[in-house]
């Protein structure tokens, strides 16, 4: 392999990706957890997740607030081993500013 190549992958870094960081405008933060419900209905774990990407990209803080729950309630209901009530997911979901919808299956 050329110098050159090699130099270039031992000075490569990677880092982890975080959803979060692309979701800026309320449009895409409705449009992600809509996919997550359209594409994965039944991932109950995965939609909390989704929220907590929302929630994480517009203020885990402000949203904590505007739920009326503390930040790190708030981190743990929505992690990967989270089990949010189903209150806890339509008030994060109003703090959010984003609305759940049904549709026929």
Known sequence: MPKTITKLIAKTKTVPYDVAEQLRTPEEM???????????????????RALGDIARAKGMSQVARDAGLSRESLYKALSENGNPSFATVLKVARALGVRLHAKVA
């Open 30 to 48: 409705a449009a992600y957890l809509d996919a997550w419900l359209d594409e994965a209905p039944d991932d109950a774990s995965g939609i909390a």
